[in-house]
């Protein structure tokens, strides 16, 4: 599975974006997916993941009632809707496949994409 991310960039605090994540491959919905970042100096920590079909979803608790992570396994794709971004959610976003999901543990993914830079201006 080869994994492409996409949909970062600027923005103000209390703004939004939308991360898509495209997958390749024809196994995709075997998969569960997850979201992980990364800021400066900092380790890579568990967002948000889903299971295979979508039923189930985690949230770690500094984004839960702000981001929200869907897929679509008929387009190979997963999600992170990021609302009232805060100065702290700055990070890279990887987005990652893996296991029955959803988890937390980095060590549950086998696949990883490339990431993309999300950055919340004050």
């Known amino acids: 599975v080869q994994l492409q991310a996409s949909g970062g960039g600027l923005v103000q605090a209390g703004g939004s974006l939308r991360l898509s994540c495209a997958a390749s491959g024809r196994t995709f919905s075997r998969y569960g997916m997850g979201w992980f970042r990364q800021a400066p100096g900092k380790e890579r920590e568990s967002v948000a993941a889903?299971?295979?079909?979508?039923?189930?979803?985690y949230y770690a608790d500094s984004v839960k009632g702000r981001f929200t992570i869907s897929r679509d396994n008929a387009k190979n794709m997963v999600y992170l809707q990021m609302n009232s971004l805060k100065p702290e959610d700055t990070a890279v976003y990887y987005c990652a496949a893996g296991g029955w999901g959803p988890s937390s543990d980095p060590g549950a993914f086998d696949y990883w994409g490339q990431g993309t830079l999300v950055t919340v201006s004050s």
């Open positions: 889903i299971s295979r079909s979508g039923s189930t979803t």
